[in-house]
């Protein structure tokens, strides 16, 4: 289990981009910007990426590209068993 933030600490946003990622992965891999979760979420691109960022660090998501560039990241949801 991922040390760091539990699922039920996370805020809500989080929870809500967590389950939209999960729910554009299943379809296979597919590349996301910052810029498309910030127009999807209605929020700043910074708020995106702090977002994300959060989801990595607590061990939700994994970025399979981590150099990115202009299309985004491909991520791909991480299961967790409580």
Same mark, same amino acid.
């Given at each position: 289990?991922? $040390?760091?933030?539990?699922?039920t600490?996370m !805020? %809500?946003?989080d929870?809500?981009?967590l389950?939209?990622?999960?729910?554009?992965?299943t379809?296979?891999r597919?590349?996301?910007?910052?810029q $498309?979760?910030?127009?999807?979420?209605?929020? !700043? %691109?910074?708020?995106a990426q702090r977002?994300?960022?959060r989801l990595v660090?607590?061990g939700?998501l994994?970025?399979e590209?981590?150099?990115?560039?202009?299309?985004?990241?491909i991520?791909?949801?991480?299961?967790?068993?409580?």
């Open positions: 289990m991922p $040390t760091g933030i539990a699922i600490d !805020h %809500i946003r929870e809500r981009v389950q939209w990622i999960k729910d554009e992965t379809r296979g597919v590349k996301i910007s910052h $498309t979760i910030a127009d999807q979420f209605g929020c !700043h %691109i910074n708020t977002i994300v960022a660090a607590a939700h994994r970025i590209n981590p150099k990115g560039g202009r299309g985004g990241f991520y791909r949801a991480l299961r967790h068993t409580a």
